[in-house]
């Protein structure tokens, strides 16, 4: 049953991510002209969270967790200015760190918080991840043994 909701989750959410997508190529271009051809830049503003999942045996037991980005996926358009909210509830040392547009929150400390803004100036597929290496020694802990897991990615589409 598990693995159904699982899938059914899964099909979900790739659905949500396909009609973000096609509202934001189709939707906003109406019949003629590029994608975004003629829009202004938005400002577009996600709440980041990292998001904690099991891992579920064939018997329905849970054999492990795991840490990730909520949402692990954001798209916006070329020249839109870009708002993350982002929040670390874990107990662990999390960091937000998009390479790219070198955004970086800093060490965001079990149950803090930080905004970032950034204007995404060039189109393609680019990566965030925690930028915190993992100490399991330290107080609080720094980030979590799946550390090179806890990423996601950002489309800019071209206007």
């Known amino acids: 049953m598990k693995t159904f909701q699982r899938r059914a989750g899964l099909i979900l959410a790739l ?24 829009l202004s830049p938005q400002t577009r503003t996600f709440n980041m969270v990292i998001g ?4 579920i045996s064939p018997q329905d037991t849970t054999v492990g967790t795991f840490r990730r980005w909520e949402p692990d996926t ?5 020249g839109d200015k870009v708002v993350l909210h982002v929040s670390n509830p874990r107990n662990s040392v999390h960091s937000l760190v998009i ?8 060490a965001l400390k079990p149950q803090g918080n930080k905004t ?23 107080t609080p802990r720094e980030c979590d043994p799946d550390h090179g897991r806890i990423a996601g990615r950002i489309i800019v589409l071209d206007r």
């Open 99 to 106: 390479t790219d547009f070198a955004v970086d929150t800093g």
């Open 15 to 38: 659905g949500i991510l396909l009609t973000a997508v096609t509202f934001l190529v189709i939707g906003c271009t109406g019949p003629a002209g590029p994608a975004g051809a003629g």
């Open 116 to 138: 970032v803004e950034f204007t995404a100036d060039k189109a393609g597929q680019f990566t965030f991840r925690c930028g915190v290496r993992p100490n399991p020694t330290a």
């Open 52 to 55: 904690e999942g099991m891992v």
């Open 74 to 78: 954001l798209v916006v358009l070329k």
